[in-house]
């Protein structure tokens, strides 16, 4: 963890809370509920299969733009085809008072009894309805079907830590770019 700023506990509240409800509104298929947990403009980078066969098809690379974009890319996995449950444990990184960068490790079950992990890094901001999710970014784990890989917890590389600090260093510098911008600078 860095020396940003501190979130205080109710917003720590509200964007776990807001992470929980979109894996709510995937698992039960609720898509107008989309705009209460992401904003109009989110982007959304998944990897490009649900059955990767090699590690460039786990890079998170298919764009989603948008709640539709969500939906779209949902339905037409092959994991559309069985309910799931999403559960997810999560690390809050604050960027400012608005920003914030999510690292939750994420376990799907599905009903055909297929478990499915990954690593999501969110960003998320606070609008006037409270904290949504601007971006987020899917890093499958233990998906391959080589044998060598599944017991041993591949992890993209080269580590996700590094996903997750790139994500703070984008966050940090879109917020310093929106301070320069309001104060009348030229971006750098």
């Not at 055909?112 to 499958?140: K, M």
């Amino acid at each position: 963890m860095t020396g940003s700023p501190v979130l205080n506990p109710q917003d720590r509240l509200d964007i776990l809370e807001t992470l929980h409800f979109l894996s709510h509104v995937i698992d039960n298929r609720e898509w107008d509920h989309l705009a209460d947990a992401v904003t109009e403009d989110v982007e959304f980078l998944s990897p490009r299969t649900d059955a990767p066969e090699t590690l460039e098809d786990l890079a998170p690379v298919m764009a989603l733009p948008g709640p539709a974009g969500i939906r779209q890319g949902y339905e037409l996995s092959q994991l559309a085809q069985y309910g799931s449950v999403h559960t997810l444990n999560t690390v809050i990184e604050p960027i400012d008072q608005d920003t914030a960068v999510t690292w939750s490790r994420l376990i799907m079950v599905s009903f055909d009894q297929r478990a499915v992990g990954a690593d999501v890094v969110d960003t998320l901001i606070r609008t006037p309805a409270g904290w949504r999710i601007s971006r987020r970014v899917v890093h499958a784990r233990n998906m391959l079907r080589d044998q060598q890989r599944q017991g041993g917890g591949y992890v993209p590389g080269p580590y996700t830590f590094m996903h997750f600090d790139e994500a703070i260093v984008q966050a940090q510098q879109a917020v310093t770019d929106a301070s320069a911008h309001q104060d009348g600078e030229l971006p750098r």
